[in-house]
């Protein structure tokens, strides 16, 4: 490798542009063995808790995904809420009166504000070079009713858009949906 092709690679990896390209391999290993959406409120383990690998909801895909690469969002946003409850929605959506670890970071809400506050957020476009492997997108669904949220996959389709990875209703699937919906969220997330 000549010194430029080096140092372009080194600017790549530590530069803000460029996403996590991990995370669509780890969402992906999900992909038959998450076979159901089941929105239910569960009692989780803390931390790394987590509801029955056959099913979830579209944030599972992302924690999970998230957590084998070394960053436990049932953590991490609990903990985040506990210090700055105020600056999450919970209260104003759901009527919480403080942080529950069994809820909290599986809401899509919850996570723009987690991923807002750890300066993620990136420019939403209609341009899908604008859209990296590992970033994260969230939509709204049912008449712009409904959060949702979904991984930009490595893959594209044959006019060049990204797929995504995410559970929309039949457990974890990677399709064609980037542009499909409102967007209201995109996040370039910084793993360990």
Known sequence: MNKLAYLTLIWCIQSPLWA?????????????????????????????????????????VVIRAMRLLG????????????????????????????????????????????FNRRGWSVAITQNPADYLPGDIVTCMLMGDSIPHMMIVSDRKNKEGVPLVIHNIGGGTQEEDELFSFTLTGHYRPKLP
């Open 20 to 60: 996590d390209a991990r995370l669509p391999e780890a969402a992906r290993r999900q992909i038959g063995i998450t076979v159901d959406y089941d929105p239910s409120y569960v009692t989780l383990s803390y931390p790394g808790g987590d509801v029955a690998q056959e099913s979830g909801v579209c944030t599972d």
């Open 71 to 114: 960053l436990d969002l049932q953590k991490a946003v609990h903990e985040d809420m506990k210090r700055n409850f105020s600056a999450y929605p919970s209260r104003k959506i759901w009527g919480l009166k403080r942080p529950d670890k069994n809820i909290d970071h599986r809401r899509v809400p919850n996570l723009q504000t987690y």
